[in-house]
């Protein structure tokens, strides 16, 4: 696989894939579960890449997406051990706005070697397994990790990986057509008909979240005081932050929903917007909340899908009411429906799992909005002073009817004080033309 020509080391690193082999063989709960294939790469990289194992501890995500970037890295006939193809903000599709944490390993080519070893055999790639099962790899080898080295300066560890919209024309909304359709999926046909009338929409490129934000990286925001600094937040956000004693989200301590790859819940829109300017702050990017329609087009490209996926709803596809498989009760790990469940554009996680803030204002306190269709942003919608409602996409793992809320089209809101445990956001970034 590539291993620098270090007796001494690689022996170690031998010894310790075989003593983790024999464990594994001898716990009945693992000896079906855990692949030899998947375990040697795990151990290589725990201990020839501390910082990668660091990163997949805190979002095993991390290790499917360098997978896949890698391969599309193949697809594209990269050569050399040192191609520096991804992350410069450039191009679509994967990691072509930024690959985030995952940046300082791209260039590596022995480590994409390694985990493209055996691609397509049998228990041998940690897609086919996704974070859960990558999860259980990480369990049983974290014991043994050695001291991390500190990251270079220039590596932005709180940077998330983004996914690139490109310029032009896509359908906002739903026919009236569809508007009975859609209600015998259980949803109220007045809460429908503000999806209408359906327009077209010119919008420049721009890059989103690939996934929603994870406790992870809005910690790092934690951290470097983002509560206490006072230029993050909008007037109105500060005020309730300050008189509500606001210095995490609410349900930051809560075991059902705190762990570092699920979505951070219990954020405000206040709180949401604070750390987007938190993270433009500290990068120099113009991190920021999508709009409304930046979401929708992020979910529905440009054939008018009706869910991220197509037309037909899958429950598989999504963390929802009726998938009763990776707990409905609660978040699941980002990446956990993907690719099945990614958006066109490469976006996962959009539909479920958390309804997402969005930067637009919904325009009242009642189901039909004061800014109604066709969405324009000159008139004042994307204003952030005040305390307006606004606007809320993508259902939830707590929606009822989720065929129905769980659509690209589905339009939510709430007051910008509001923090519930089925609500959290991702970022956007304006690109330069």
Sequence with gaps: MGLEPNPRRIKRTLN??????????????????????????????????????????EGPHYLIDLERRFRE???????????????TGTGTGTGAASAGPLTEFLGHGLLRKLLLCGAGEPDANFEDIGPFGVREYVYLTRSTAQPVPPAPTEVLPFETQME??????????????????????????????????????????????????????????????GYATREYWTEAGWKQKSTEGWKQPRFWEDSRLNDPAQPVVGVSWYEAVA??????????????????????????????????????????????????????????PVGQYSPQGDSPHGVGDLVGQVWEWCSSKWGGTDPTPKRVYPCQDKDGREELDGDDTRVLRGGSWGSDHPAAICRCGYRGWNVPGNRSDVGGFRSAMTLSS
Excluded at 203 to 224: K, M, S
């Design 16 to 57: 310790m894939f075989l003593l983790l082999w024999r464990l594994s063989q001898n716990r009945d709960e693992l000896k079906t579960l855990i692949k030899p294939v998947r375990l040697a790469k795990i151990v290589i990289i725990q201990q020839y890449y501390p910082r990668l194992f660091q990163l997949i501890t």
């Design 73 to 87: 890295q193949d697809k594209q006939g990269a050569g050399g051990e040192e191609w520096q193809g991804w992350g």
């Design 164 to 225: 690139v919209v490109p310029a032009g024309v896509f359908l906002m909304g739903t026919p009236e057509s569809e508007l009975d359709t859609i209600a015998k999926l259980g949803v109220d046909r007045m809460w429908i008909q503000t999806e209408t009338p359906q327009h077209e929409i010119n919008l420049p490129a721009y890059a989103i979240g690939r996934y929603p934000v994870t406790n992870a990286e809005f910690a790092r925001c934690i951290q470097d005081n």
């Design 275 to 332: 750390y987007c300017n938190w993270l433009a702050s500290r990068t120099g990017k113009p991190y920021r909340l999508p709009t409304e329609a930046e979401w929708e087009k992020a979910a529905r490209g440009t054939d008018r899908r009706r869910y991220p996926w197509g037309n037909q709803w899958d429950a598989r596809n999504c963390n929802n009411k009726e998938n009763k498989q990776k707990g409905d009760a609660q978040t699941t």
